[in-house]
Every structure is written in C-alpha cells, then in structure tokens.
C-alpha cells in the first residue's frame, strides 16, 4: 500500500544509494564483551567490505570509525591505505540505524535512538550521529522522534519503502500513527511517497528493517527476495512481493539463502544487506547454496559495478551486515 504525504515537503530527499558519494562511515568492531570470540574474525569480515568498497581508489573514501584507541589502532594497522580511521565512542557498529542521514542539500538529519525499541540501550548510541556529522562539518538538524535508517530504503525521488512492523511499532513512537509517521517522512527527509510493506525477517531484532528485505535498485524499481526451499520467511517475501507489485513498483526478485542457521537458532541472513558503492555492490553471503546465484542476480542489475560476494558470518553474530554498519555521504 502506498501512503501520500499530506503536506508539501521543500526537504531534498536523501539521493539513491547509486548516486555518487563523497565518502562512507563503515562501523569498526571495537568492544570485545560484546563481539567475545567473534571480534577479530568481525573485524576482518569489516576489513574486508571496507577493502571492497575503496576499490583499490576506485571507490569512495572509506571512514572506519572505532570507539576507543585500541580499536583504532587495530583498524589502522588492518587497514592500511584502504580506509582512515577516526574515535568516536558508541555503543556497536550499526551506523546505519545510529549515524546521521544525510539528505540531498548535504545537509544531515539526526533522528533518536532508543536502542531498538528498548532491546540494546549502550553508551554513546544515541549521540553518535551528531557528533559524526559535526566532526564532518554537516549543518544537522534533530528531528525528535525515534528513526533508524535501516527501516527505510528510497529510490531518490522522494519515493521510500518500509515495513509497519518496525515503523508503527509501539516500541519506537507509541503516540505515532501511520498517517503522523508519513507526514514526518515528508517534512523531515522529503520522502513523499511512502510504500507500506508489513512483517521483516524472522528473528531479525531490529523489528522488521527494510534494508533486510527490499531495496530500491532503480527509479520506482524495487528487489525483493524469491523465497529458497524450506524458506522460513517464504510468507514475508510473498507478501512483500504483493504489497509491492500493488504499490505499482517494478519488481526484480533476487534468490534467497534460505535457512541459515547458527547454533541451531534460524538467523536473519540475507543478500538484501548490500551496500551500492561508487565502484562496487559489496552482498554478504553466508555459505548458503544460493550465494552464487545470489551474486550473480545482484550483478544483472548493476552492470557498472563490480558486485562482490564476502562471507558476513561473525557480522551476523552482532544481528545484521555490511549495509547495517555503513551509512555513506552523498557527493
């Protein structure tokens, strides 16, 4: 279902992710009681996307933040002349959900954070994105009610998909409703178009992100998972698949992993968590059968870039992946 903005927004919409970029902030694993064993094969997975992203120079700036000195210095050494590195203290790596969003007059949005709806409330969270825009030098501006930027996805035209199960749920704005949260995606981002997807992945934390489940890969042009065999979000898919193709979106369909587990629990895993950067699609994969396929889908749609697999395992141990930790600058 699609939503129109009541109000006429003069906000410049966040431009598309394909759209060039100055630069990118990439969140470095940096508290061991939080990533335990999984912190330095985390780190290397970061590494690794971040190495994909530069591209040898061909790409953006690449932004390692850390949030202490002994993480930066491991970021330092790893990263050599692929990225810079810079301190800002915070609670975990998702600078998607945390850092500012950057709309299409360069100037930054800064929206609260209140740990997930309550799950995950660590220092620092929810003052990074200021403090990443001021370090920046980016006119911000707060905009007062609780927002994560992997709950929205938008083509840049004003045109943004999410799901109701993350943005209507009671956990974030309690005294929100749909028509209050659309009006407020029109006056603060420009968004003034919104399509209504319902549930995200199941076991995903964050209560339905969208960047888990359907990206814009074009202008009205949206890609959605096909479900795999034994698929336990075969129902989210479908339906997304029709609230989409209702909206009047093109749809493109990317393979699934299917069931991924890890200690025997289903995982949020998909190949939607891409980051699009200037010179490469970088799409976690996960050992999954289909992550060939899934590459190989990814590749079709953005035949100017080189789309690029790596293994996002120990990332997903922390709840999420490349496009999660990233939160690029618009040239």
Not at 280 to 301: K, R, T
Request: proline fraction near 7%; charge should be negative.
């Amino acid at each position: 279902m699609t939503t129109p903005s009541t109000t006429s927004s003069k906000t410049t919409p966040p431009p598309a992710e394909w759209a060039p970029h100055a630069a990118v902030w990439i969140g470095f694993p940096s508290h061991p009681e939080l990533w335990q064993e999984d912190l330095e094969p985390a780190r290397e997975e970061v590494l690794a996307f971040a190495r994909a992203v530069h591209a040898d120079g061909r790409g953006e700036r690449v932004i390692l933040v850390a949030a202490d000195g002994e993480a930066a210095e491991a970021a330092r050494t790893m990263a050599g002349d692929a990225a810079d590195v810079v301190v800002q203290p915070f609670g975990d790596i998702w600078l998607r959900d945390t850092g500012p969003i950057v709309t299409g007059d360069g100037s930054a949005r800064l929206f609260e954070f209140n740990g997930w709806g309550g799950k995950y409330d660590l220092p620092g969270d929810d003052t990074v994105g200021a403090r990443l825009a001021e370090d920046r030098g980016l006119s911000a501006t707060p905009c007062g009610w609780v927002l994560e930027g992997g709950a929205i996805d938008g083509d840049g035209t004003g045109l943004v998909v999410t799901t109701r199960q993350c943005l209507l749920n009671p956990n974030r704005n309690p005294d929100l409703d749909e028509a209050t949260i659309t009006t407020r995606l029109a006056e603060d981002l420009g968004l003034t178009r919104v399509v209504w997807l319902g549930d995200g992945l199941l076991n995903d934390h964050t209560d339905g992100h969208v960047d888990n489940l359907a990206r814009f890969v074009g202008p009205n042009r949206i890609a959605i998972p096909e479900a795999a065999e034994n698929d336990p979000n075969w129902q989210v898919y479908a339906a997304a698949q029709r609230d989409a193709k209702a909206a009047g979106l093109e749809l493109v369909t990317i393979p699934s992993p299917g069931r991924v587990l890890r200690d025997e629990e289903i995982v949020p895993a998909s190949y939607m968590n891409f980051y699009i950067g200037n010179a490469a699609v970088v799409v976690p994969i996960y050992g999954s059968e289909n992550d060939d396929a899934g590459v190989a889908a990814i590749q079709a749609i953005f035949p100017d870039r080189q789309v690029v697999g790596l293994r996002a395992d120990a990332i997903l141990t922390g709840g999420g992946s490349f496009h999660c930790i990233s939160q690029q600058i618009p040239a």
